[in-house]
């Protein structure tokens, strides 16, 4: 439990390399998570996943009114946004990671 709210408390506060780091630790030492815990570090991973892609789309939204201003300062609408996700795609891969070496 102490490593599990360990691993939360990191993850809450985008240290997720320290978050690994634990759950390496525990795996050298023969623990796991419980289910409780694991549902706890997943659902920390969505959140930060689903708060980095929300402003992945604010700056691609941002970038396009920027790109889209015609010459009378008024926007033209063409195209959809693409966000690019690196970050939330960085933490996604993290995340499941995470998650294989619980299993391994």
């Given at each position: 439990e102490i490593y599990?709210?360990?691993?939360?408390s990191c993850l809450r506060h985008d240290e997720l390399g320290t978050a690994n780091h634990?759950?390496?630790?525990m795996k050298?030492?023969?623990l796991t998570p419980n289910q409780r815990s694991?549902?706890?570090?997943?659902a920390e991973y969505c959140r930060m996943a689903m708060n980095t892609?929300?402003?992945?789309f604010k700056l691609a939204r941002q970038a396009k009114r920027q790109a889209t201003v015609g010459s009378g300062g008024s926007l033209r609408h063409n195209g959809l946004v693409?966000?690019?996700?690196?970050?939330?795609?960085?933490?996604?891969?993290?995340?499941?990671?995470?998650?294989?070496?619980?299993d391994s």
């Open positions: 599990s709210a360990a691993i939360t634990i759950l390496l630790s050298r030492n023969g694991l549902k706890e570090i997943i892609s929300k402003e992945e693409e966000p690019i996700y690196i970050t939330s795609r960085a933490r996604a891969k993290a995340a499941l990671i995470m998650l294989k070496s619980v």
